[in-house]
């Protein structure tokens, strides 16, 4: 159900349940949730992209699993938990989005650091419209990405979005041709491949901070993090470097 392609210095993960447009199973999500850690532990890999296919990123949970469960049963199993150690990767992930992008599909390309999507994209959260509302974070950082009245609208309604819309909204950073999306995400990754590992680590780190702290916490926390990159040889290559007149060679340290 997933694939991975390496392309160091990048990995290409893929969504590969054609059959039923990537629905996110729970199967799924822990060879997902696998293929990302391993790839996080791999010093050849600086940035991963999650795609799906031309004609689903994901159409969101799996229903057909989701049909005949509890409350009960949901809160004791908590089958989203695994999905939170998406979060805990350090290392960017770029969601490269085409066709269908919805309920859960949409959660976990919030949960990837950048969005680039195909103009045929079709995002939206229509979790309303099976009787629930999003579980998978959707209540929470679509509301951050784009604001309260949007994402009001968005989830209350459950209606279906065009990647220009998403672009407009400030859900999607980039939207490109059709042919182009993951081509574009590829290009995206590799460029910040180029910068020193640590370096990057750090920068989605504080960002990522940023919708957990008040201003001045996330101001110190940023502080802190900005500082600790001086103990790295990257900063003094990149330092040297640039007094040097040269282009710097980052290691990772
Ligand atoms: C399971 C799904 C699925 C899903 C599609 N399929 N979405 N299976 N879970 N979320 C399956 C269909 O059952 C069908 O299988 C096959 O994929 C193709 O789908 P079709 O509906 O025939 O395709 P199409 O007519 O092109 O319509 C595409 C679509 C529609 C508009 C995306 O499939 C759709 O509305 N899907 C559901 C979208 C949705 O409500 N997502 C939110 C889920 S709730 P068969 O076997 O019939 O060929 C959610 C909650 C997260 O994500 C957190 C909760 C705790």
């Not at 229509?126 to 604001?147: C, D, K, M, Y």
Request: charged share 25%; glycine share 8%; hydrophobic share 45%.
């Amino acid at each position: 159900m997933i694939l991975v392609h390496r392309e160091e210095p990048i990995a290409v993960v893929q969504l590969n349940r054609p059959e039923a447009l990537n629905a996110l199973s729970p199967e799924l999500m822990k060879e997902l949730v696998s293929a990302l850690e391993e790839l996080d532990r791999d010093e050849k890999i600086r940035c991963i992209v999650l795609t799906g296919s031309d004609k689903a990123f994901a159409a969101g949970a799996d229903l057909k699993w989701m049909v005949s469960h509890t409350a009960k049963e949901l809160l004791a199993k908590d089958p989203l938990a695994i999905w939170d150690r998406i979060s805990n990767v350090k290392k960017p992930i770029i969601a490269a989005v085409s066709g269908f992008c919805l309920g859960g599909g949409c959660e976990l390309a919030m949960m990837c650091d950048m969005i680039v999507a195909s103009e045929t994209a079709k995002f939206g959260q229509p979790e309303i419209n099976v009787g629930i509302i999003p579980g998978a974070g959707g209540t929470q950082r679509l509301t951050h990405l784009i604001g309260k009245s949007k994402a009001m609208e968005w989830i209350l309604t459950g209606n279906i979005y065009s990647a220009k819309e998403a672009f407009e909204a400030g859900l999607v950073g980039k939207v490109t041709p059709a042919a182009e999306y993951l081509n574009e995400a590829k290009k995206l990754a590799l460029k910040i491949s180029e910068k020193g590992s640590i370096a990057v680590a750090h920068a989605k780190q504080a960002i990522l901070k940023s919708f957990e702290l008040p201003l001045a916490q996330g101001l110190k926390e940023e502080r802190r993090l900005c500082f600790e990159l001086f103990d790295t040889q990257d900063q003094k290559e990149g330092m040297r470097a640039f007094l040097e007149k040269r282009k710097p060679e980052f290691k990772g340290r």
